[in-house]
């Protein structure tokens, strides 16, 4: 689903690259940890990934196709089969929590009856039933964090990329995110969360990648995080 062939990502020259030579493969339906402390490169992966940046060296497939070879007006395409969470929600603060996850359908031209029928289920989906005329600053952080992951999965993507989701929210509220993020992975969804939260890490137990100033490692199918928060 996700491939790196030896990428290498050099933003200026004169310091080290924010990736080194990584390589390293996400299958369909994975939960994988990209973990390491704060500047280890876990953004530049997500940003390779969905084509914001592009490497310097290397290649990196994406649902097999090399990305470096999707022109510009292909970005899109690529981009809607990644739903993309991040720390800090961006949802729309004056639209209800129904409309921050229609507009998602809006913008890729679904019908209103399509939308109708969907949000809901997506609401429930990631436990929000009930909340769809709620706006946002009406709900706490987890549930912002719902309304943003609902987002994200509506249009069914492949690959969810989850950018330290958990990073503004306290333990508990996080497991309940953590919990929401399995449920979506069980239906099938590639799932990798970056993320320096060692306690979420070894209480899920499910594959480790680790980065260490742009460079891989440790790449583990059930591993835990020992790296400082
Ligand atoms: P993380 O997400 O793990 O905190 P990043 O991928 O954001 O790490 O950063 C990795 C390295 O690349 C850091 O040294 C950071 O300063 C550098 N970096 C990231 N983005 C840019 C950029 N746009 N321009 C220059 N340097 C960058
Ligand atoms: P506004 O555009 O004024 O924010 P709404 O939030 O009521 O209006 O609706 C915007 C979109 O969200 C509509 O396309 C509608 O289909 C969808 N929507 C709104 N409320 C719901 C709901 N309870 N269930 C499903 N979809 C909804």
């Not at 249009?155 to 449920?183: C, F, H, Q, Y």
């Amino acid at each position: 689903m996700i491939r790196f062939d030896n990428v290498t990502k050099v933003y200026d020259q004169n310091s080290r690259p924010a990736l080194d030579s990584v390589s390293v493969e996400i299958d369909r339906g994975d939960f994988a940890f990209l973990v390491g402390s704060s500047g280890s490169g876990k953004s530049t992966f997500i940003r390779l990934v969905l084509k914001e940046d592009r490497a310097t060296r290397g290649a990196v497939y994406v649902a097999g196709q090399n990305v470096a070879n999707i022109p510009s007006w292909r970005v899109p395409k690529l981009r809607r089969g990644i739903g993309v969470v991040f720390q800090d929600f961006r949802l729309l603060p004056n639209k209800t929590v129904a409309s921050n996850v229609a507009f998602a359908m809006q913008v890729i031209g679904k019908s209103r009856a399509v939308i109708r029928e969907t949000v809901p289920e997506v609401l429930k989906t990631v436990g929000l039933e009930g909340k769809d005329h709620r706006m946002p600053h009406e709900l706490s952080g987890g549930e912002q964090q719902r309304v943003a992951i609902a987002r994200a999965i509506v249009n069914k993507p492949g690959i969810l990329l989850a950018d330290e989701p958990t990073g503004n929210l306290d333990p508990t509220t996080s497991m309940g995110i953590m919990n929401v993020l399995d449920r979506i992975n069980q239906n099938g969804t590639t799932v990798v969360m970056a993320t320096h939260d060692n306690v979420i890490v070894n209480h899920m137990r499910r594959r480790v990648i680790e980065l260490q100033d742009g460079r891989m490692v440790r790449d583990e199918a059930h591993g835990i995080y020992v790296g400082s928060q």
